[in-house]
T-cell receptor, first 114, second 115 residues
């Protein structure tokens, strides 16, 4: 069974600074997909960024980028130029493929401070 | 951009009552899911549904739970006899197939409160 670990229950960062959220996972699959979802206080689940394991290039989406280390089974999220609106719970998620269920990590609560 | 919609946003039910949570997935998606998030905890997979049948379910999805796609658009989760521990946020999600390469899109969730 796959597991996803997020070792930082809570983090804080000053506005405009950069922060990195860590995620590790365990799987025997060779191909899979990794995601970061953001859950603001409204409790919606918002897709931030995704990475296909077969792609060596790290995904980027504007201020969000990942550091995907397949051998180490690590998938960290970097948020640059943090904004107050980035304050949320961030979940790392794994899936074996499209059409397969997600396995979520326990989440990291990020607070962006003015 | 198409969205997954869930109704109601908040449901309050007496313990022992039946509750039905409703979801309208994105129209061209083929896979449908229900997840649960107990307050302060992680999101947990309940069940996935494809081609009008359950494709996978977790240990949480016991006999008190059922899912249905009664027509071409709705996807429902029924809890037959609710318990206090069923209080949670329930998320519906949908996705296309591997060829469409689309990740799961989540609805805004239904907050279920059991009294």
């Amino acid at each position: 069974a796959q597991t996803v670990t997020q070792s930082q229950p809570e983090m804080s960062v000053q506005e405009a600074e950069t922060v990195t959220l860590s995620c590790t996972y365990d799987t025997s699959e060779s191909n899979y997909y990794l995601f970061w979802y953001k859950q603001p206080p409204s409790r919606q689940m918002i897709l931030v960024i995704r990475q296909e394991a077969y792609k060596q290039q790290n995904a980027t989406e504007n201020r969000f980028s990942v550091n995907f280390q397949k051998a180490a089974k690590s998938f960290s999220l970097k948020i640059s130029d943090s904004q107050l609106g980035d304050t949320a719970m961030y979940f790392c998620a794994f899936t074996k493929g499209y059409g397969q269920n997600f396995v979520f990590g326990p989440g990291t609560r990020l607070s962006v401070l003015p | 951009e198409p969205e997954v919609t869930q109704t109601p946003s908040h449901q309050v039910t007496q313990m022992g009552q039946e509750v039905i949570l409703r979801c309208v997935p994105i129209s061209n998606h083929l896979y449908f899911y229900w997840y649960r998030q107990i307050l302060g905890q992680k999101v947990e997979f309940l069940v996935s549904f494809y081609n009008n049948e359950i494709s996978e379910k977790s240990e949480i999805f016991d006999d008190q739970f059922s899912v249905e796609r009664p027509d071409g658009s709705n996807f429902t989760l029924k809890i037959r006899s609710t318990k206090l521990e069923d209080s949670a946020m329930y998320f519906c999600a949908s996705s296309g197939d591997s060829y469409s390469n689309q990740p799961q899109h989540f609805g805004d969730g239904t907050r279920l409160s059991i009294l």
